[in-house]
């Protein structure tokens, strides 16, 4: 896990399994991706698995676009 990352400071830990994604599976890292990158600054739900439970976390994230400076 790398500090300061999202998952930090989603309070994810290392082996963590994000499962769903608004009712959406999550089966590769491109689902993942592709599901947080289509909702810029939405909330959104995530399910998940830490150590065989389950669990629920609301989670926003707020994206920036950089540009390159002449």
Partial sequence: ???GSAASEMG?????KITFIDNKEILTQEDLIQE???RPDE???FIIE?????FSKLWGFT???YRWKD
């Fill in 1 to 3: 896990m790398v500090k």
């Fill in 12 to 16: 994810l830990l290392p082996g963590d």
């Fill in 36 to 38: 947080v990158s289509s």
């Fill in 43 to 45: 909330e959104v739900l």
């Fill in 50 to 54: 830490r150590n065989q439970q389950s």
């Fill in 63 to 65: 994206f920036c676009k």
